[in-house]
């Protein structure tokens, strides 16, 4: 079993749709990443969070400690949201604590 | 401010050359991060630096495969006598301590 498991794999919507993207993980961590791979494949850093909610434009994205659980919403989705998502954690401890363990991502298509 | 920056984006290699992967990270950052995507599969931890510093390369395979973070100079990722099964694309990221990761935009491997 990976330490960090999203769902769903693939996930298809029509624009304007609200999505939700999840992911659970089953070792301790100190920060949580959310990720967009575009198709071209480059990497962008959408939030790192530790507790709570962060927003930012449609983005929503929450962590539950407790439950070792986060989402990534997309509210309005467009297009243009096509890419594949990531989830990564972020262990804890000195040597190991900035590296990253990621989910195998989620391919997110939104058409038109 | 420029972002992570990496080159080459596309390197093509025969089988048993030498490849070297070379990442400049964000001004100001010390932490550099190397991570592998091969086809169809996430993203994988290979080896954490700082400066003249490897500080965790516990994902770096055993053989073959090396890093370093010169005080002067961009990290380089090298890997001697590829072989087809090095095909991937290697990102790197950099960081402030303790925080978000920036990642560059990767260099795509091919083993030919």
């Known amino acids: 079993k990976n330490e960090v498991e999203q769902s769903p794999q693939n996930l298809t919507a029509q624009e304007g749709e609200f999505i939700t993207i999840n992911c659970s993980y089953s070792?301790?961590?100190?920060?949580l990443h959310w990720l967009q791979q575009h198709p071209g494949g480059g990497i962008v850093s959408l939030f790192m969070?530790?507790?709570g909610k962060k927003k930012h434009g449609r983005l929503i994205a929450t962590i539950n400690i407790q439950e070792k659980h986060s989402s990534l919403h997309i509210t309005a989705s467009h297009p243009r949201d096509s890419a594949v998502y990531i989830c990564?954690?972020?262990?804890?401890?000195?040597?190991?604590?900035?590296?990253?363990?990621f989910g195998e991502g989620t391919q997110l298509t939104v058409n038109p | 401010n420029a972002g992570v920056m990496q080159n080459p984006r596309h390197l093509v290699r025969r089988r048993g050359q030498e490849a070297r992967l070379r990442c400049s990270p964000m001004?100001?950052?010390?932490?550099v991060y190397w991570y592998r995507q091969l086809p169809e599969e996430g993203l994988k931890f290979m080896v954490y630096?700082?400066?003249?510093?490897?500080?965790?390369e516990s994902g770096m395979p055993k053989e073959r495969f090396s890093a370093e973070f010169p005080k002067e100079g961009p990290s380089i990722l090298r890997i001697q006598q590829v072989v087809r099964g090095d095909s991937a694309a290697y990102f790197c990221?950099?960081?402030?301590?303790?925080?978000?990761?920036?990642f560059g935009p990767g260099t795509r491997l091919t083993v030919t």
């Open positions: 630096l700082q400066k003249e510093n490897i500080i965790d």
């Open positions: 990564a954690v972020r262990s804890p401890g000195e040597t190991s604590g900035s590296r990253l363990t």
């Open positions: 969070l530790s507790s």
């Open positions: 070792v301790g961590i100190s920060a």
């Open positions: 990221a950099s960081s402030l301590v303790g925080v978000e990761q920036y």
């Open positions: 001004k100001g950052h010390s932490h």
